[in-house]
């Protein structure tokens, strides 16, 4: 586990105390260098984001991780369900859509 | 703060079209699978959109990321709000809000 991986999911796991959390690097995916910390996807189940609209949870988990997020990740998507929601979906996880070049840099 | 100029440039974009994408590429040829992916979903629901390809202006890719507080692109506006990024975009569609979003409008 790449450092910036490790730190994701310490940052999330302390703050949000999810049910579930799954940090996944995904710059292999990715028009970037091997072992590259780019490109992550966090799935994460909190009751935390009860009552809050998709952006709330969203910008919860964004302002979480604005350190990685100005520093070498520069995309992250994320799953952010309540515990009802993760049982309703059967776990269920989103596929994250292929690479196309990106800016090539 | 970002200066005056930029700042009114993404206001203009944002109150003179009612639906505006921040996006890597062009509509035609997205340049970013999360791109891609927000606007196929904005063409099967044919919903006339501008998309502002942010690769050609490193100023502006900087500048949205300030201006909507948020740390990634893609980014949907829609009737001056921002509505989030791939993921958010992706649920709503399921979940059949974001037709909802547009029907209303």
Known sequence: MGLTETSIHNKLSERLKPIHLDV???????NVPKGSETHFKVIIVSDLFNGKS??????????LLAEEL??????LSIQAK????????NHHITKSPPCLGGSGK | FMNQNLQNKIKN???ENDVVLFMKGTPEMPMCGFSAAVVNILNILEVKFIGI??????????GIKEYSDWPTIPQLYVNKEFIGGCDIVQEMYKSGELQELFSSK
């Open chain 1, 24 to 30: 996944i690097n995904e710059s292999n995916m990715h």
């Open chain 1, 54 to 63: 998709l952006l709330q949870r969203h910008r919860m988990v964004n302002e």
């Open chain 1, 70 to 75: 100005s520093g070498s990740v520069h995309a």
């Open chain 1, 82 to 89: 309540t515990s009802q929601q993760w049982e309703d979906s």
């Open chain 2, 13 to 15: 974009l944002i109150q």
């Open chain 2, 53 to 62: 390809n942010i690769l050609e202006d490193e100023e502006l890719r900087q």
